[in-house]
């Protein structure tokens, strides 16, 4: 039964992540001047599972979103799907990594500090080396776009997605425990709902003020 439950929250999962990545195909760039670069929310949902059932869930989560998008609507074909994985994986299961260990709120934000640092490191290699395979651009023309696009980019995306994951991972475990998919907790945390929220809300303050400034 517990199999069972993991395996219906895993595939509600994707689920999730798949229609987040598809929304997000109609929002507008984070940059004007890099109209490529789009914010992507799918790598909160898959660090919420990653955060529940570990680093292999949420590599699995990864692996089944990246596929089922290369097939259905993404033009980059396996090297897209590939750099996607290695983006999803960097952050969430790092995260999920440093969370399983230490199950707590500074875990959880250790996690998501480290998995943005391995993500910013991993596709500045990753677009260095495999961007100019898929889209005819010299790679000294992808060099020139490291430091003042990708860079940048990718940062805001995790910063994004960390405060994505602190506003919506208790209400999900609410709703999955009210539903008997997870244990009920024992213990309170009101104060650090607050605290979380804030701190949220603050990181989503800064990264919208960073894309003002980008953007000017």
């Known amino acids: 039964m ?15 992540s798949y229609i987040a990545m598809f929304i997000s195909r109609f929002l507008p760039p984070l940059f004007v001047a890099f109209p490529f670069l789009k914010y992507d929310p799918k790598d909160a949902i898959i660090v919420i599972g990653g955060f529940l059932y570990g680093p292999l869930a949420a590599f699995t989560i990864s692996l089944i979103v ?19 994985i290695a983006s999803s994986c960097a952050f969430a299961c790092i995260a999920a990594v440093i969370y399983k260990k230490y199950r707590s709120l ?5 996690g998501l500090i480290l998995g943005t ?4 490191a991993t596709m500045l290699v990753l677009n260095y080396i495999l961007t100019p395979l898929y889209t005819g651009m010299p790679r000294e023309a992808v060099a020139q ?13 995790c910063v994004l997605n960390s405060a994505l994951v602190m506003l919506i991972y208790k ?15 024992q213990t309170n945390s009101k104060g650090t709902n607050k605290a979380v929220a804030l701190t ?11 894309i003002f400034v980008v953007n000017r």
């Open 145 to 157: 776009l490291l430091i003042p696009a990708i860079l940048p980019f990718n940062l805001i995306k």
């Open 200 to 210: 949220a809300v603050l990181l989503i303050l800064i990264c919208a003020l960073a």
């Open 66 to 84: 990246s596929v089922i998008e290369m097939v259905s609507v993404s033009g980059t074909h396996i090297i897209g799907c590939l750099m996607n």
């Open 117 to 120: 640092m391995c993500t910013v």
């Open 106 to 110: 500074k875990g959880a934000s250790a």
């Open 171 to 185: 209400p999900v475990v609410k709703i999955l425990r009210q539903s008997g998919i997870l244990e009920p907790s």
């Open 2 to 16: 517990n199999k069972t439950k993991k395996m219906t929250t895993m595939a509600l999962l994707c689920a999730l």
